[in-house]
Structures are given as structure tokens and as C-alpha cells.
């Protein structure tokens, strides 16, 4: 048998009261965004329907749920979803359709699970759980249990339909990429950020990317690992730009020009200021970094606030509570990590100090910082940065 629909359904966006549409509306688009890989006869439409999206399936569609199915599970503002089973709103037509469903032999013990969104179905769904249960019982023989059943038969009675389903599937949860507005992330080769870019997607946040390097005394190999994770991050969210920024002559002005233990915290400062004006240019909100509290030097609370004193723009560090541990099985199951951990030259490992300060004062390196032309500098950087689209 093949489903006739999936239904998809998104948790948190129904509590957002008078938002609710425009929410529905960037679910249903990004639906379409992810489907756009398979052809466009996979499915009819795209239908709202009650606290619910429904994708009707064509032919195709049908024969090809396996592959629809891993590409939905990375929609963010999905909670769940379930390929389903089409019914007319008939007893006696759900009751069989349920049995044939329910007819497989892998597993032990089962449970029914009505939704009556329809009130004028004449049949309550505590009347509805037992009757169909009672039926698929006498045909399978299997047990009820109610708390952990193996299997459940879920029955939606709504719109005028019944759809019933036994598997569903988990979406990302969060919000749908897009309803937060636009964000900033700085992509280095690391493990961190593109999980910390992932969490931004997850709250709804579209993400554009800047990526600094140090070519031509580094190799290109960080550049080539941004491009690699970017196509992974595709399958949350399908259009991206990366803005590519050469380090490197702000590199050579600090090194030449200021104290040895404050480098970092400078390039930092630059990086931030860098992005912060991309961010202007391209109407994003917000910077989104990898740190972590205290996992190394330039993410202590002191230096954390000396970097980002140099904008006015908000920093966001969705991974500030992450431990580790935590952040590379994310970077696993978002399949970044693999790409994280090939070898690179990392533009900060160029030109580091071998003692830098880890609890920086503001005002020393703003004296440090006197020494540059900050201004000059920032604007040559935009002026030569590089843009990628990728689609
Ligand atoms: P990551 O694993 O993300 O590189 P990290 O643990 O190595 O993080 P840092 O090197 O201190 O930590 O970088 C902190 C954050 O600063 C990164 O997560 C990233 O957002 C940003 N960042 C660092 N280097 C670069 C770079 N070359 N280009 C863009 N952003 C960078
Ligand atoms: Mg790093």
C-alpha cells in the first residue's frame, strides 16, 4: 500500500496566535524549497489544513516516499510528519483501512490513537480507540498496551477526511527558516561554527556566511572546507551566500604595528567589525559565532567583551551552553564534522602570539588599536571581498 498524503505537523508555530498564517506560509514555502529536488510531478500541492500542512502525493510521490521522507526530516518548524492513508469519513472505512495497516508482523503490542477535529463525525474517539482497536485485535491477534505500545494506529478525523497512519517521522522542531529575519554567521573550518549557523536556521533565523583567510600564506584549504559544509547546511536551508575576506594585509599591519599578546583580540575586533558591515550591506540583524564560554583562550567572558565592544550589532553564540561532547555529535548528525576535522591553516594560527592575553583590558588594546588605521583597513577588506552563491 502506498501513502496518499504526508501530513506535517509544526508544535510550537500553532502558539503563535495572530503570526500563525505567516508561519504556515514560510513552512509551506520552505516544503516546496525542499522538494524542489524531486520532480515537479512528485506531488499535486502544498494544502493548510488545521494545524496541519498536507503534501499530497502524486504517483510519484508515492513511489518514492523513502527519499521524500529524508529530505523532510531536515525542515526546520516540522515537529513531525507522517505519510498517511486517505479515507473517506465512514466507520466502517477507517476501521478496515486500520486493520490492512495494522497487518504486518513487526511488532508485539499496539495502541489506537484518534484525532476528531471534525465535532460532527457522529463517533467520539474514545468510542473510535476501542472499536478499531477491538478490530485489529480480533484480526492480528496482537496486545493492546496503552503506555508503550510498539506500534500505534494513528486516526486523524478532519477537513471532512480520515487519514490514518502507523509511522511517523521526526522534522527538526524549532521555526521555519526565514521568520526570524537575517543573520551574519562567521563560518571558520572549526567544529563550532557551522553547528552554531545550524541553531540559527533551527529559530528561524536565514543565514548568509563570511569566511576569513589568510591566502596567500595560507593554502586554500580552509576556503574549500567552508564550501564543503555549505552544501551539507543545504538540506536546512537551500540558498546561501559566502562572503570571502582576506585576513591577511590586516594581519600584516598588526603584527608589524602592536603588541604581541594583544593579536588575537585584534583580529577578532576586525573580523567582527568586517562582518558587522557585510551584515549592513546585506539587511542582516545579527553576527552568529562558534564560541563556547571557556573552551579556549579568546572565549573568556574579559575577551568576549573586548571583541564585541567593536559593534553595535548583536552577537549571537547559540552554542554558549554547549559542552564539547554535545557540539561535535551535533556536528556529526548535521554530517559537518567530518569535514571539520581535515586539516587546514587556520588564518588565526597565522601570526599567533605564544602568550596571548586571556583576560584582556579594554583599554589596553584600544591603545594597541590606536596604532592601525581601523577604518582604511575595514573598508579594503569589503572592498576585496569575494561572494559565492550557492543554490
Ligand atoms: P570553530 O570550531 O567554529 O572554529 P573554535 O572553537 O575554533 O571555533 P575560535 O577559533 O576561537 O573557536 O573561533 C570562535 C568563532 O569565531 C568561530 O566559531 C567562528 O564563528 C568565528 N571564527 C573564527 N575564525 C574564523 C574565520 N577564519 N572565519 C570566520 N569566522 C571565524
Ligand atoms: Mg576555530
Not at 594585509?249 to 562582518?275: D, G, H, N, S, W
Not at 601570526?351 to 579594554?362: D, E, I, M, S, W
Amino acid at each position: 500500500m502506498k501513502p496518499d498524503v504526508i501530513l506535517c505537523h509544526y508544535g510550537e508555530i500553532g502558539l503563535k496566535g495572530k503570526n500563525r498564517g505567516y508561519f504556515e506560509k514560510k513552512l509551506q514555502e520552505n516544503l516546496r524549497k525542499t522538494l524542489k529536488k524531486f520532480s515537479p510531478d512528485t506531488y499535486s500541492s502544498i494544502g493548510r489544513m488545521f494545524g496541519r500542512l498536507i503534501i499530497r502525493l502524486n504517483e510519484k510521490g508515492q513511489n518514492e516516499i523513502d527519499s521524500l521522507n529524508a529530505a523532510l526530516k531536515n525542515v526546520c518548524g516540522m515537529v513531525y510528519f507522517a505519510p498517511a492513508f486517505k479515507v473517506v469519513q465512514n466507520k466502517d472505512k477507517i476501521t478496515k483501512l486500520a486493520v490492512e495497516l495494522m497487518s504486518v508482523e513487526d511488532y508485539n503490542s499496539f495502541r489506537v490513537t484518534t484525532r476528531r477535529t471534525d465535532k460532527d463525525f457522529p463517533v467520539s474517539k474514545q468510542k473510535m480507540n476501542e472499536d478499531v482497536g477491538a478490530a485489529i485485535l480480533e484480526a492480528t491477534g496482537k496486545m493492546v498496551n496503552l503506555n508503550h505500545p510498539d506500534k500505534t494506529c494513528f486516526i486523524d478525523i478532519v477537513d471532512g477526511k480520515a487519514f490514518v497512519y502507523t509511522e511517523r517521522f521526526n522534522g527538526q522542531s524549532g521555526l521555519p527558516v526565514g521568520v526570524s529575519g537575517k543573520v551574519m554567521s562567521m563560518l571558520s573550518g572549526g567544529i563550532d561554527s557551522p553547528v552554531a549557523a545550524y541553531y540559527a536556521m533551527k529559530r528561524g533565523a536565514v543565514v548568509s556566511f563570511v569566511h576569513f583567510h589568510s591566502v596567500p600564506y595560507t593554502n586554500e584549504a580552509s576556503i574549500e572546507k567552508v564550501r564543503e559544509m555549505i552544501e551539507k547546511l543545504q538540506v536546512f536551508q537551500q540558498k546561501f551566500s559566502l562572503h570571502l575576506v582576506e585576513l591577511a594585509p590586516i594581519q600584516k599591519e598588526v603584527m608589524v604595528l602592536t603588541a604581541e599578546k594583544y593579536r588575537i583580540i585584534l583580529y577578532r575586533r576586525f573580523m567582527v567589525r568586517i562582518a558587522e558591515a557585510l551584515a549592513k550591506i546585506q539587511k542582516a540583524k545579527a553576527l552568529v559565532t562558534g564560541d563556547s564560554l571557556g573552551q579556549v583562550a579568546s572565549q573568556t567572558l574579559e575577551n568576549m567583551s573586548v571583541i564585541e565592544e567593536a559593534i553595535s550589532v548583536p552577537l549571537l553564540r547559540p552554542l554558549i551552553g554547549f559542552d564539547k561532547l554535545e557540539i561535535i555529535a551535533k556536528a556529526r548528525e548535521i554530517e559537518t564534522y567530518d569535514i571539520s576535522i581535515q586539516p587546514d591553516q587556520d588564518c588565526c594560527a597565522l601570526f599567533v602570539p605564544k602568550h596571548p592575553a586571556t583576560k584582556a583590558r579594554l583599554v589596553d588594546v584600544i591603545i594597541e588599536e590606536k596604532k592601525l588605521d581601523v577604518e582604511m583597513l575595514v573598508q579594503q577588506a569589503i572592498k576585496n571581498v569575494k561572494t559565492e552563491i550557492f543554490e
